[in-house]
C-alpha cells in the first residue's frame, strides 16, 4: 500500500494520544493529501464525518492476546483496537471542519502527529450507524485513561 498523505495532530507521544476520537472532542488536526490525489476529495465537503485509514507507524511488539487501555484481562487483538497489530493499520471517525484544496482540517484526532495517511471513506449514518449492535467485552469495563507506560 501507498500512503496518500499525513495526519497531523498536537499528539507527539504515545501517551498524550487519547484511546478513541471520542475521547478527543475538540481537539483539532490537519489532513493533508498529497498532490496527485488532491482531485479524490471531489465532493468530500459534503459529509460532516469521515474514516480516516492510517498506519500505526510506531506502533510496538505485536501479542495476539493482551491487555488492553481499557482493562487488565487479555483479549485477543481483533477483539479490540489496540494499535499493536499485524497490520498496524488505524481506523478513526473523525468531523470533518472545511476543505481547502488538498488539506482537510478535523477534530476528533487521535493519532501521532505526522501519521501516514492511507485512505479516507465518508461516513453514511444510513449504511453506518448500527443502533442494535453489541459492544462485546467492553459493555462490561469502563473507560479510564490510558494506562502510564502502556504499549
Not at 477483539?79 to 488505524?90: L, T, V
Request: with cysteine; proline share 9%.
Amino acid at each position: 500500500m501507498d500512503t496518500i498523505g499525513t495526519i497531523y495532530t498536537p499528539y507527539r507521544t504515545k501517551q498524550d494520544c487519547p484511546i478513541q476520537p471520542r475521547y478527543a472532542s475538540g481537539v483539532s488536526g490537519r489532513v493533508e493529501l498529497l498532490a496527485q490525489y488532491a482531485e479524490g476529495l471531489k465532493d468530500i465537503e459534503t459529509f460532516s464525518h469521515i474514516y480516516l485509514l492510517y498506519l500505526f507507524d510506531r506502533s510496538g511488539e505485536i501479542i495476539l492476546a493482551r491487555p488492553t487501555f481499557l482493562d487488565e484481562t487479555p483479549h485477543g487483538i481483533y477483539a479490540s483496537r489496540h494499535p499493536c497489530r499485524p497490520n498496524s493499520i488505524g481506523l478513526s471517525i473523525v468531523r470533518l471542519i472545511s476543505r481547502e484544496g488538498a488539506t482537510l482540517m478535523v477534530e476528533g484526532v487521535d493519532m501521532l502527529n505526522e501519521t501516514p495517511l492511507l485512505d479516507i471513506k465518508p461516513y453514511i449514518s444510513q449504511y453506518d450507524a448500527i443502533p442494535d449492535a453489541n459492544p462485546g467485552w467492553t459493555a462490561q469495563v469502563p473507560w479510564r485513561q490510558k494506562p502510564e507506560g502502556r504499549e
